[in-house]
């Protein structure tokens, strides 16, 4: 176990309080361990620099909070070259030992639990709360495959062929390009890094600009973790050298897996760059979630799974439901009771303040999004509920939007916001027909207390997972991924090494009897 730092940085920042005077905020404080504060980029066990820094920020405040090593093609390649190198290595290790190490990984994870949530608090905007949370579920799925490394057990195979034995042997594929969003800064990155490394696959990261701290604070730990030099390595940059970096990450004859997790847009560039060198890919891209209530349904239980599944993380998840089918038998009911829910529940402020359940999304991009769904929606005549503004910076009012149709934005993009348009429907056939008329299928919600509509709705949403009066459903031991636009392959569960392992048929011929 390492030694418990005592060394703590402090620095200020003012708070953001929605709607308080700027004279009357608070100071608010980063204070965590420095040696979680990490700001170079970490390659074959090193921390290194890059010619220039990039400015990481408080979403809340627009305070800065670090400069961060600015790394670029060449720091990419450096990485690569040190993951391929240490890949003949680590593949040597037997699997205990990985998973050892793994464990060990784990371990100070859940010990510097709460700096690592501060991290993603002040970089990321989450309240503090649901940052605990994402360093949990962040954790798990180190914990998930250091028990998963001991299991990658091949086949031997029954042969047609009396002189010949057929074998199917697992083995790693080799280094894996991995890229990562600024929605789950931990969790997206050891969703696929804690399968990869059980597999004995050596990894390169690159974080998203907005949130490296929370990649280079996992580098820290898996280092004090004892995970070898060029096994784990973190090539931050900024938005200006993604592309190129991202590139090399991609396109390198080194490079055998590339795993994504971000738009759909991203992901189609890169499955091209993957292309000329035929590498194994895996895409974990966006969603458009319907959350259907049927006139079944526990309403109470429906409210609660829709204030679960819209406003987590100010609802900017892939998995957040972004179209909400109410039936018309149910309709007037639901609409009352969430719109109580939304003022007793939703507070927003600075995630470090106790009692804020939403923080500022992640930019003003993200915010001119939101504000331009709900200025389409109104003027084709939905009705704003609740919220419907901006308010300071990036910060947006929770919003509850009635009588929307399929022809606005909000029904057709994915949204990334805290934006909650319903339409009415009134039959179970109308409802699949809506739900399922997207390019995408991530995750999928329903409400209904009747068995036979149960199996039938579950099995006809074109998703890749289901929520069945559920609201939240991510957790490291089931598959996580899409089908349709929403991606290739599947992450956590035991599903989820198979994406870092190949498949080697040994045939054993001339076998005397
Ligand atoms: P994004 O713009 O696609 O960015 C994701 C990552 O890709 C970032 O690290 C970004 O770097 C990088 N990137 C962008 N352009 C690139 C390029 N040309 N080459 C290499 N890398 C590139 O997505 P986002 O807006 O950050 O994230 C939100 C999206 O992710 C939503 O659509 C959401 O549904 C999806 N998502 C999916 C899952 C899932 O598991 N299916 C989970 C979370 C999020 P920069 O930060 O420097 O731009």
Redesign the pocket.
Known sequence: MAAVCLLRTRSLFRQFVPGLPAAMQRQYSLDISSQLLRTQGYVDGRWVSAASVFPVLDPATGQELARVADCGPAEAKQAVDAAYKAFYSWKQFTAKERSYLLRKWFDLLTLHKEDLAKLITFECGKPMKESLGEIAYSASFIEWFAEEARRTYGDIVPSAAKDRKVLLLKQPVGVASI??????PSA?IT?KVGAALAAGCTVVV?????TPLSALALAELASQAGIPPGVFNVVP???E???E???V??TDDLVAKVS????????K??LK?AADTVKKVS?????HAPFIVFDSADVDMAVAGAMASKFRNSG????CSNRFLVQSGIHDRFMEKLGRAMDAELRLGHGSEPGTTQGPL?NSRAADKVVSQVSDAVSRGAKVLRGGKRLHGSFMEPTLLAGVTTDMLCTRE?T?GPLLPVIRFDSEAEALAIANASHVG?AGYFYSQDISQIWRVAEALEVGMVGVNEGLLSTCEAS???VKQ??LGR?GSKYGIEEYLDVKYMCFGGLKP
């Open positions: 890229i990562t969003p600024w929605n789950f997206m969703r690159k974080p998203a600009e907005d940059c900024s938005r050298k993604t592309p970096v991202g590139k990450l991609c994504f997790t971000g738009s759909t847009a991203t992901g560039i890169l760059h895409m974990e891209l966006g969603g900017q998840t892939c998995v992640i994915e990334f991530l996580f991924g899409g929403s991606g992450e």
